[in-house]
């Protein structure tokens, strides 16, 4: 069983920063893909961003340029910095962490960023 644990996230005002972190623990051997999603009041959880075990990255068209996910193996934590956050970015953010071929979520943090 993996549980996952997310920190950071909040209210911040347009054009500012706020940073996520989601810590593992469990019993794995080894995280392969870890990855935020965010899902808005009425609308689908969509991919943000995601990181393979190697360090490769892969963004939403929306957040490119502006946030920057991470991973740190050795405290089987995943990252993402959030810079020049836009009010289209408020949703409840969430963690993925893929173990083997199973995913695990996180429990969600809101973050809401005022115009």
């Known amino acids: 069983q993996v549980q996952l644990v997310e920190s950071g996230g909040g209210l911040v005002q347009a054009g500012g920063s706020l940073s996520l972190s989601c810590a593992a623990s469990?019993?794995?051997?080894?995280?392969?893909?870890m990855g935020w999603y965010r899902q808005a009041p009425g609308k689908q959880r969509e991919l943000v961003a995601t990181?393979?075990?190697?360090?490769?990255?892969n963004y939403a068209d929306s957040v490119k340029g502006r946030f920057t996910v991470s991973r740190d193996n050795a405290k089987n934590t995943v990252y993402l910095q959030m810079n020049s956050l836009k009010p289209e970015d408020t949703a409840v953010y969430y963690c993925?962490?893929?173990?083997?071929?199973?995913?695990?979520w996180g429990q969600g943090t809101q973050v809401t960023v005022s115009s």
């Open positions: 990181i393979t075990n190697g360090g490769n990255t």
């Open positions: 993925r962490i893929t173990v083997v071929v199973i995913s695990y």
């Open positions: 469990g019993s794995f051997s080894r995280l392969n893909d």
